[in-house]
């Protein structure tokens, strides 16, 4: 069954801990791409990736870290660096051409207590 | 750089049509269109590019003016399953070669029995 997952649906931390967000794809995309979700506020790129070990930080990088080891996996780790991180994250993934559709996961709520 | 969407919020009655705009202020090559359900991910519409093409849903309409840096997307006869938060991604010329999109912040659509 071909699609994006990303693991746990909900996820709560503590402040102060680091936390990793699980994307993973079995389309065969080489781009790959996290988003974060606030009220009112649409779809903010933090990272993404157009090919294996290769990513470029997005508008709103600081605080989060990836990898893209391999094409299957993109994992994000929220950092407690980052001042706010309670939000819908989005996974997405592309072919990889200008023209291309992006598909999102079902996206994982952090809440941070 | 993110681009701007009106309305911000807009209720219609099952069987009235909408417009939906987004516009840039940058050099656009293409133009997403996306609907998202309460507390789901994303769902791809339309894409438009620069030049022409089309390429979506049967059921939606949307045009792209160019020199405007615009888009529209045209809902006809709204049925109750449109209601969402609709998006649009905007892919930059000046991105060639290192491809995302920037999403404005939405348009909440609710349509009423």
């Known amino acids: 069954d071909g699609g994006i997952t990303q693991s746990p649906k909900y996820l709560f931390r503590k402040e102060g801990q680091n936390v990793t967000l699980s994307c993973e794809q079995n389309l065969n995309h080489d781009a790959m791409y996290w988003y974060r979700q606030d009220p009112g506020q649409g779809l903010r790129l933090i990272y993404y990736s157009q090919i294996v070990n290769d990513f470029q930080k997005g508008d709103i990088a600081e605080g989060y870290s990836v990898s893209r080891e391999k094409k299957e996996s993109f994992p994000l780790t929220v950092t407690s660096a980052q001042k706010n991180p309670t939000a819908f994250y989005l996974c997405a993934t592309a072919l990889g051409g200008r023209t291309d559709t992006q598909y999102f996961g079902p996206g994982t709520r952090l809440t941070v207590l | 750089q993110q681009p701007v969407q009106s309305p911000q919020a807009v209720i219609l009655r099952e069987g009235e049509d909408a417009v939906i705009n987004c516009s840039s202020s940058?050099?656009?090559?293409?133009v997403h269109w996306y609907r998202q359900k309460h507390g789901e991910a994303p769902v791809f519409l339309m894409i438009?590019?620069?030049?022409?093409e089309q390429k979506g849903h049967e059921k939606i309409s949307a045009s792209f003016n160019e020199k405007k840096q615009q888009s529209s997307l045209y809902l006809t006869a709204s049925q109750l399953s449109y209601s969402g938060t609709y998006f649009c991604g905007t892919g930059l010329i000046s991105n060639f070669g290192n491809e995302k999109l920037t999403f404005g912040t939405g348009t909440r659509l609710t349509i009423i029995p």
């Open positions: 940058k050099a656009l090559y293409s």
């Open positions: 438009l590019l620069k030049g022409g």
